[in-house]
């Protein structure tokens, strides 16, 4: 807090500092919350610039020691509180506000038509905790289908593209092999299922060909201990 307070003495009238207590002031704090958009319960503090905004987490303010989290704690025996190691909240606060004065809102977007993967529906194969990043970061979100519109949009940053299932044509391959050599930024992840059917697991050939990458037949497992 007396941080927060030192930020609205040198920022004068350009910066303003607001408290919102969740447990005591519940109408308030929930419009807040919808005028921003979802907050997670981990966010502690939301710096806002204009109309962009990034909320911090409580690990990014600091790092605490809680061993009571980490170990069992044994019957009878005193409880060992949270302790802090490291205060980072005048780092991050100033990262968030350079990153948020920078010009221009740099836009991602996902690719649709390819029977890839949820990006906002609560399920487990969502990317939800990813566009909630993003945005924090600055980032815009939008929607493109390639096959359609034939281009990459003029202010793409980045082109996403999240477990595709289906193949990506040759012309949209050729037109997203022009943009990155241009210097264009390309996500791709993929994701192995097991239905069967011809299509599910797309070999992305026709990128690859351009790109000089090949997508593996071989099924990898990676062991997670119990």
Excluded at 30 to 46: C, F, H, M, N, Q
Excluded at 57 to 64: D, N, T
């Amino acid at each position: 807090r007396d941080l927060l307070v030192r930020y609205a003495e040198l920022g004068g009238a350009t910066v303003s500092v607001t408290h919102f207590d969740v447990l005591r002031d519940v109408a308030a704090s929930r419009t807040r919350i919808a005028e921003l958009g979802s907050l997670r319960p981990e966010d502690a503090l939301v710096v806002q610039v204009g109309k962009r905004h990034r909320a911090l987490q409580l690990l990014e303010l600091a790092e605490i020691d809680a061993p009571a989290m980490q170990t069992m704690p044994t019957p009878g025996a005193k409880p060992v509180m949270p302790s802090l190691k490291l205060f980072k909240g005048e780092e991050a606060i100033s990262s968030a506000i350079r990153s948020l004065l920078s010009e221009g809102m740099p836009k991602v977007y996902f690719l649709v038509g390819y029977d890839e993967a949820e990006l906002e529906r609560p399920a487990a194969n969502s990317y939800s905790e990813l566009l909630h990043a993003l945005n924090n970061e600055g980032f815009r979100i939008e929607r493109w289908n390639l096959e359609l519109e034939g281009r990459i949009p003029d202010d793409a940053a980045v082109i996403a593209l999240v477990e595709p299932h289906r193949e990506i044509s040759p012309q949209a391959a050729a037109v997203l092999w022009r943009w990155l050599r241009n210097g264009g930024r390309l996500f791709l992840n993929l994701a192995w299922t097991n239905v069967d059917g011809g299509g599910w697991n797309p070999s992305l050939d026709e990128l690859g060909k351009l790109a000089g990458f090949a997508v593996g037949k071989d099924l990898v497992c990676h062991l997670v201990a119990d």
